[in-house]
């Protein structure tokens, strides 16, 4: 008697690129991919994605100035297919995403030929490529997201679609949409642990030296760029310092002396330019990274350590304070389980 073994059936992947497509919103997932493919060979198993590179033009031009070859012609998926097929839609430079273009206008009618189904034929979109979606009618009554500046021409594009903000990436049934550029890298992790488990996630993740995996419940912008959005020199220089450093020592006259200027100086520059006290924003920098080393594995006093707390005792505290929710145990706990789960 033959005994056969039922081996993991491949997905198709069909990046389409337009002209000027942003380079690292395709590239950064299709290297994900790639790398995938290398570790499941290395465990004696079969690759698990073949990737398409498709498009209304043959040799676009991409966002570096590179000409591409080779790109093959959108398909005819029409026909039924055995394959899980994921339809990646990406982004490109500037404000807004171009729709009226005649490449555009010819991947519009593509897109709404397809129809959605999870498990079969699903969307991923990367940056502005969910403003391309939205047009084609792809996220009608869908959650999805895309990069900040491309919010207000998100919901614009389609009213009833459900745009979360400052969100990493989202998923909706067999869509699945993230902020941009290196969130694509992020959601591209994300769908391999859904297919190959968590353990080859966590291997090319490594290998792609990606040091810390975000999840779908991660802010986009970093807790790092709040309160900077100013030109006064003497407060960048000083939040620069701060944030490189939070372990110093950081008070008023500290402060003062990095920013060349008197603490009384620096404490009303503060209020007016960042909207936050100098010592409160010492003390969320420092609550920002005792919270990415807790959901990164270390234990509470190592947190405390590495964000510039005195003690663990003087971290609770002051996450009690700020109104953080939960406790720092309980975030530790939690990246724990969000990293075996994704």
């Known amino acids: ?18 002209p000027h497509s942003l380079t690292l919103d395709w590239a950064g997932p299709a290297e994900v991919l790639r790398c995938t493919n290398s570790v499941l060979e290395g465990m004696g198993q079969a690759p698990r994605f073949a990737m398409e590179f498709v498009g209304p033009e043959v040799s676009p031009v991409s966002s570096v100035g590179v000409q591409l070859t080779g790109v093959a012609p959108l398909p005819d998926m029409s026909a039924a297919s055995t394959h899980v097929t994921w339809v990646v839609l990406v982004g490109e430079p500037g404000d807004r995403m171009r729709t009226d273009t005649p490449t555009a206008l010819a991947t519009l009618h593509w897109l709404r030929g397809l129809r959605l189904v999870a498990g079969h034929l699903e969307l991923v979109t990367v940056c502005a490529g969910a403003v391309l979606a939205a047009h084609a009618g792809l996220l009608s009554g869908r959650e999805a997201t895309t990069h900040h500046q491309h919010l207000d021409e ?11 903000a400052n969100r990493v990436f989202v998923t909706d049934g067999p869509v699945c949409s993230s902020a941009g550029v290196t969130t694509g890298i992020d959601l591209m992790l994300h769908r391999v642990s859904g297919v190959c488990g968590p353990a080859v996630a966590a291997q090319v993740a490594q290998t792609l030296v990606v040091a810390l995996r975000r999840g779908p419940h991660d802010p986009e912008l970093s807790p790092f760029l709040c309160h ?7 407060l960048h220089r000083v939040q620069d310092a701060v944030s490189q450093s939070p372990q110093t020592h950081w008070n008023l006259e500290h402060m003062a002396d990095v920013a060349c200027m008197s603490p009384r100086h620096l404490a009303r520059l503060f209020q007016v330019h960042a909207g936050v006290a100098p010592l409160q924003y010492v003390q969320r920098i420092r609550l920002d990274v005792a919270e990415a080393a807790l959901r990164s594995g270390h234990t509470v006093g190592q947190a405390a350590e590495l964000a510039g707390f005195a003690s663990d005792l003087q971290l609770r505290r002051t996450w009690k304070l700020s109104g953080k929710p939960g406790t720092p145990h309980g975030a530790r706990h939690a990246g724990s389980a969000t990293a075996l789960q994704s």
Do not use: K
């Open 228 to 234: 900077r959005n100013h030109l006064q020199p003497g």
């Open 154 to 164: 998100l919901r614009q594009a389609d009213r009833t679609c459900r745009v979360q």
């Open 1 to 18: 008697m033959t005994r056969t073994m039922n081996t993991p059936s491949t997905c198709r992947v069909l990046f389409v690129l337009l």
